[in-house]
């Protein structure tokens, strides 16, 4: 009996440190992917900002000139963002030539899709790139430029060309392609880029850092 009952403790106490192992290989292993996620996801947005503004259109330091997304913002035209995500600002001698947002687009076909959307001072539009998407191979994907040029039809563009009620994909009475056989995905793209086209506009003399005027004081009874 008292073989037994040592034999039991000696399994049970090999099952646990086994289990204590594998947990910590587990984590480990967890925190190691996620900070590489996290590497990619932030090399592949480096790379789309010197897609979306070409080097020898600036002189600054793009990835380091940014804003904070603070309370002085509308961020719910920007979607849910990561405490992280900033403005990126493009300067030409020291004037703003183009910002460049972080959006989301919360309503992708699988998940959120997050996307960079430059617009330069005018309001029309640099470029967007598609940063981070589990869309369907084959279909959803196509808003990767990799995948599909589809993504080269916002440059240019602004809420006034076309008008802001022809901002949506074709199948909903608006100018902008869809995807055969995929409506969803491309659907939500346009409507993450006609929101940060809203938010520029919204906050324009922030972002271009543009001195708004004072009204003058009005006597009192006036």
Same mark, same amino acid.
């Given at each position: 009996?008292?073989?037994?009952?040592?034999?039991?403790?000696?399994?049970?106490?090999?099952?646990?440190?086994?289990? &204590?192992?594998?947990?910590?290989?587990?984590?480990?292993?967890?925190?190691?992917?996620?900070?590489?996620?996290?590497?990619?996801?932030? &090399?592949? *947005?480096?790379?789309?900002?010197?897609? $979306?503004?070409?080097v020898g @259109?600036?002189?600054?330091?793009? &990835?380091?000139?940014?804003?904070?997304?603070?309370?002085?913002?509308?961020?719910?035209?920007?979607?849910?963002? !990561?405490?992280?995500d900033t403005?990126?600002?493009?300067?030409?001698?020291?004037?703003?030539?183009?910002?460049?947002?972080?959006?989301?687009?919360?309503?992708?076909?699988?998940?959120?899709?997050?996307?960079? %959307?430059?617009?330069?001072?005018?309001?029309? $539009?640099?470029?967007?790139?598609? /940063?981070?998407?589990?869309?369907?191979?084959?279909?959803?994907?196509?808003?990767?430029?990799?995948?599909?040029?589809?993504?080269?039809?916002?440059?240019?563009?602004? &809420? @006034?060309?076309?008008?802001?009620?022809?901002?949506? %994909? !074709?199948?909903?009475?608006?100018?902008?392609?869809?995807?055969?056989?995929? /409506? $969803?995905?491309?659907?939500?793209?346009? !409507?993450?880029?006609?929101?940060? =086209?809203?938010?520029?506009? *919204?906050? =324009? #003399? $922030?972002?271009? #850092?543009?001195?708004?005027?004072?009204?003058?004081?009005?006597?009192?009874?006036?």
């Amino acid at each position: 009996m008292n073989d037994l009952l040592q034999s039991i403790r000696r399994n049970a106490i090999g099952l646990g440190l086994f289990a &204590l192992v594998t947990a910590g290989a587990i984590a480990v292993a967890k925190v190691a992917t996620s900070e590489r996620i996290e590497r990619n996801i932030e &090399l592949a *947005q480096a790379r789309a900002l010197n897609e $979306i503004v070409a080097v020898g @259109s600036y002189n600054n330091d793009l &990835l380091n000139d940014t804003l904070a997304i603070d309370q002085r913002f509308n961020q719910q035209l920007l979607g849910p963002l !990561k405490a992280s995500d900033t403005i990126h600002l493009a300067r030409r001698d020291g004037e703003v030539s183009t910002v460049i947002l972080p959006v989301v687009a919360p309503d992708g076909y699988t998940m959120e899709i997050r996307l960079l %959307v430059g617009i330069h001072a005018d309001g029309s $539009i640099a470029g967007v790139r598609i /940063t981070e998407h589990r869309e369907t191979p084959g279909l959803g994907d196509k808003i990767d430029l990799k995948k599909s040029p589809w993504v080269l039809e916002f440059n240019g563009k602004s &809420l @006034s060309n076309p008008a802001e009620e022809r901002w949506a %994909v !074709k199948k909903d009475g608006g100018d902008f392609d869809q995807f055969t056989g995929a /409506t $969803i995905t491309p659907r939500a793209v346009v !409507k993450a880029v006609k929101h940060a =086209q809203l938010f520029f506009r *919204q906050h =324009q #003399n $922030i972002l271009l #850092n543009r001195q708004v005027a004072k009204q003058p004081a009005t006597a009192s009874g006036e």
